[in-house]
């Protein structure tokens, strides 16, 4: 399903720099899947661990942008959100906790 990623300025303000788990799009990933779900932001994707066969979605070009100027550049970054396909199972509300 597609679903809106927004990443905020205080998950930018919280993340933590080439952090898998902590950059501010895993931030902003977080609370739409169910809970329990693992899940790796690296650079161009997301990976989806825990399951049978993992999930590999790609992130959309302005989501790729952002982590590059997060991770490398020490740059200030802005807020941003972006679409993004994930598994229906995986989302919290297709009744996750």
């Not at 779900?37 to 049978?52: A, N, R, S, T, W």
């Not at 790609?58 to 989501?63: E, I, N, T």
């Not at 807020?79 to 994930?86: A, D, G, K, R």
Request: hydrophobic share 40%; net charge negative; charged share 20%.
């Amino acid at each position: 399903m597609i679903t809106t990623i927004e990443v905020t300025q205080e998950m930018i303000d919280n993340g933590v720099r080439k952090e898998c788990c902590l950059c501010p799009v895993a931030l902003a990933i977080k609370p739409v899947v169910r809970e329990g779900c693992e899940f790796q932001v690296v650079k161009e994707d997301v990976y989806f661990l825990g399951h049978q066969i993992p999930n590999l979605v790609k992130l959309p070009r302005v989501a790729i942008d952002f982590i590059s100027q997060f991770d490398d550049s020490g740059w200030p970054c802005s807020p941003i959100s972006f679409p993004l396909n994930i598994p229906d199972y995986l989302l919290r509300s297709q009744g996750g906790k």
